[in-house]
């Protein structure tokens, strides 16, 4: 192996390791090559890395095979979640306090940032966390507790006291299910008393989801859709029934 490939092998194992899953785009820009040379490195390691869905994974990931983790890497709507976020990132303003949930639709959110808006951002998810870090001007909160390897978030009363002392401009909420009637839910329960604190500091609260969320129902429930601001969804505003 030639020494340049040999970096390109261990910078991605390292950015492997603390995300667990890349899109091949991310790792491109990582890497700074094309996709056609790391879709060549990937294939090449195949003790190392494999293929999922357009991302890279630990070939580990596979062999063990995980389907909740893989089913997450896997995204199909990720024009949907990225056309949202778009309409979202609208309600962000120069100065704000911003608190971005868990989940696989707000890293784009976070991606569309301006670079010269000053914001303090909370969060509670690692992925959330590693892209906030490169907004030059952001001032990151991150709130800890026992790690959930899931959806890569933290939970705990620690992390709870900490949003008890901050005042939040718009809080984005994330869901995995959206209902008319049965209101947002998520799969896991730990993430729902955050949200629900969440929501309760801030003065806006906005619940960003792509359509194929509506009509779903998940086993935590966290918001009727009356206690948001705007339900977004890539067609824009949602409105549900009173």
């Keep these: 192996m030639n020494p340049r490939k040999g970096q390109r092998i261990a910078v991605l194992s390292d950015a492997l390791s603390q995300h667990r899953i890349l899109h091949i785009k991310t790792a491109a820009q990582i890497l700074g090559v094309s996709e056609m040379t790391v879709r060549r490195d990937v294939s ?71 670079d010269h808006y000053h914001l303090t951002a909370i969060c509670y998810a690692l992925n959330i966390a590693e892209r906030l870090t490169r907004k030059p001007n952001v001032r990151l909160v991150m709130l800890g507790g026992l790690y959930h390897s899931a959806s890569a978030s933290f939970s705990g009363s620690a992390g709870l006291e900490t949003l008890d002392a901050l005042g939040i401009n718009v809080a984005f909420l994330s869901a995995a299910g959206v209902d008319s009637r049965r209101g947002a839910t998520c799969a896991h329960f730990h993430e729902a008393e955050i949200k629900r604190k969440a929501m309760s500091r801030a003065q806006k609260t906005i619940l960003l989801v792509d359509s194929s969320k509506i009509g779903k129902l998940k086993p935590a429930f966290f918001s009727d859709l009356q206690s948001f601001d705007a339900v977004i969804t890539e067609d824009g505003i949602k409105h549900f029934p009173e």
């Design 44 to 114: 090449a390691n195949a003790d190392q890395f494999a293929f999922f869905g357009g991302h890279i994974v630990p070939a580990s990931d596979v062999e063990n095979d995980n389907p909740y983790e893989l089913s997450r890497a896997a995204d199909s709507h990720a024009a949907a979640k990225r056309q949202a976020c778009a309409h979202a990132v609208e309600y962000i303003h120069d100065d704000d306090t911003i608190f971005f949930d868990c989940g696989t639709t707000v890293p784009y959110l976070v991606d569309l940032l301006p």
